[in-house]
Each structure stands twice: as C-alpha cells, then as structure tokens.
C-alpha cells in the first residue's frame, strides 16, 4: 500500500491569511494526487484532482502543486467557509489511500 | 445531476454481515467506477474499494477477505458487503463516483459525486 502524510494535522489561521497544507506519499505518484474538504456531517468535496487541476465549481483560491512524492494544497486568502478538514488521496495506485487529514481552525 | 443515496440497516450485530447499498439517479451507473469508503467516529477516511460498471472489483487489503461489492445495472445500484463485522467497523458509510479524466500513465480518478453517508453501528 502507498502511505499518505499529512502536516501539519490541524492549524490555526485568520481569515485572508495564505494556507498551505503538504502531503507526502511513501513511494512516488507522478501527479496522481487528489485534494478533498470535509466540512462537519458532510460528505468529503473533491477539490483538485491530478495534484493542480481545480475541479469545476471550486473557487480559485484553491490551488494545487508538487509531484512524484511531495504535494501542496495552497489556499491563498482564507475565507470563513474554508474552515474544515482537508484530505489528500493518492489515485496512482487502485488501492487508493488517504492521508489523516489537516483541520483548519478559526484562530 | 447525478445524485448518490445510501441505504441498508443502521445497526449490525457483531459477526454478522453488514449489507449496504448506494442508488444512483440522475445519470447512469455505466462507464464509472463506483467506490465505498468509510469514516470511523472522529476518524479519518479509508478506502473499501470499487467496482466498474461490468463488475471488475478491486478492494483495500486490510479489508479484501471480508468485502464483496457487487453491481446491478438494472437497477443502477451497487452495493457493499462487510463480513465478520466488530465495533471497529462502525462509522458513516460513503459511497462516491470516481470520474476519470486523461493523464500520462493512466486515467486519473477522482471522487466528484459523493452520497451523504449513512451511520452503521455495530452493537448487540
């Protein structure tokens, strides 16, 4: 199986602060790396896909970027509604794999 | 659009089998891959595994020898059995459409469609 790691696991911010959450895999993925937000009693929302395509309907302030094994999920001015867990998932491999996730808190 | 609901009992005795089955309206089942994953009580997500439309499956290792996700076209739905169950299984239950799109090795997948999840426990 292919290992995903996440840091940092939760972090504080203010609104229209700059956000940057990594993500390492165990073994190299090219770019097949996905991002998701989980908001509380959700479901998960596919954000990017392809580790810096931004899915439809997502806000740009989103942004994606790394490959092979090191991976960022960038979030340029944070915005109220951007306070939730995010998930990176490796699609590389089908036994697909999540890293434990990243909470974005309100500081 | 395509909409995704889960459905099956909301408690399961230990040992038993756990019968889960997500309905897809809005489109069509065929030409997807169709995935289940789960979320423990303030836990993380972990990937059950999937199945084509034509029924090639693959499953998570950790969970390979009690899982059995199975397709019916006819109906568009598919569904997720879970053998063996104990308390560690008990979490929200996901299913989710994987959506590929082209890239330099193979397709990448991701999960855009997602059910809103349904809570199993597990518990005599």
């Known amino acids: 199986d292919i290992q995903m790691t996440q840091s940092p696991s939760s972090l504080s911010a203010s609104v229209g602060d700059r956000v940057t959450i990594t993500c390492r895999a165990s073994?190299?993925?090219?770019?097949?790396l996905n991002w998701y937000q989980q908001k509380p009693g959700n479901a998960p929302k596919l954000l990017i896909y392809?580790?810096?395509s931004l899915q439809g309907g997502v806000p740009s302030r989103f942004s994606g970027s790394g490959s092979g094994t090191d991976f960022t999920l960038t979030i340029s001015s944070l915005q109220p509604e951007d306070f939730a867990t995010y998930y990176c998932?490796?699609?590389?491999?089908?036994?697909?794999?999540f890293g434990q996730g990243t909470k974005v808190e309100i500081k | 659009q395509v909409q995704l609901q889960e459905s099956g009992p909301g408690l399961v005795k230990p040992s038993e089998t756990l019968s889960l089955t997500c309905t897809v309206s809005?489109?069509?089942?065929?030409?997807?891959?169709w995935s289940w994953i789960r979320q423990p009580p303030g836990k993380g997500l972990e990937w059950i595994g999937n199945?084509?439309?034509?029924?090639?499956?693959n499953y998570n290792p950790s969970l390979k020898s009690r899982v059995t996700i199975s397709v019916d076209t006819s109906k568009n739905q598919f569904s997720l059995k879970l053998s063996s169950v104990t308390a560690a299984d008990t979490a929200v239950y996901y299913c989710?459409?994987?959506?590929?799109?082209?890239?330099?090795?193979?397709?990448?997948?991701?999960?855009?469609?997602w059910g809103q999840g349904t809570t199993v426990t597990v518990s005599s």
């Open positions: 989710a459409r994987e959506t590929p799109a082209a890239g330099t090795l193979h397709y990448y997948y991701g999960m855009d469609v």
């Open positions: 073994q190299s993925i090219s770019s097949y």
């Open positions: 809005g489109g069509s089942i065929s030409s997807y891959y």
């Open positions: 392809a580790a810096s």
């Open positions: 199945i084509y439309y034509s029924g090639s499956t």
């Open positions: 998932q490796q699609s590389y491999s089908m036994s697909w794999t």
